[in-house]
């Protein structure tokens, strides 16, 4: 298993976008995280590494974008119109199980995981 690497973050204005990139790969699926200080650790978006089917926290959904670059093995995390509250630090993680809508926020499902990438959003 390759380890998970996780790269982009850093200080951004609110209203700007951001792209984390994760290099690495999971047997069945990839997904994003994100965690800040005395919380819990949240899912943010996963896909599918045959079909490449995504799926994403409701909330984020139109602002977030998860995609993957089979050549270069790497998981991207686009993100735009950044605001506060998406300043914390993100995670990249792997699945050596295949994932569906049922578990595919659960962090239990998830064997492999990086080190993380903080981002931090100022007004």
């Known amino acids: 298993q390759e380890p998970l690497v996780e790269s982009g973050g850093r200080l951004v204005r609110a209203g700007e976008s951001l792209r984390l990139s994760c290099t690495g790969s999971?047997?069945?699926?990839m997904a994003w995280f994100r965690q800040g200080p005395g919380k819990e650790r949240e899912f943010v978006a996963a896909?599918?590494?045959?079909?490449?089917?995504?799926y994403y926290k409701d909330s984020l959904k139109g602002r977030f974008t998860i995609s993957r670059a089979r050549g270069k093995n790497t998981l991207y995390l686009q993100m735009n119109n950044l605001k506060p509250e998406d300043a914390t630090s993100y995670f990249c993680?792997?699945?050596?199980?295949?994932?569906?809508?049922?578990?595919?926020?659960?962090?239990?499902?998830?064997?492999?995981w990086g080190q993380g990438t903080q981002v931090t959003v100022f007004a």
């Open positions: 896909i599918t590494l045959t079909a490449g089917s995504t």
């Open positions: 999971g047997r069945f699926a």
């Open positions: 993680a792997a699945s050596d199980w295949n994932i569906n809508s049922i578990n595919v926020r659960t962090i239990e499902q998830y064997d492999h």
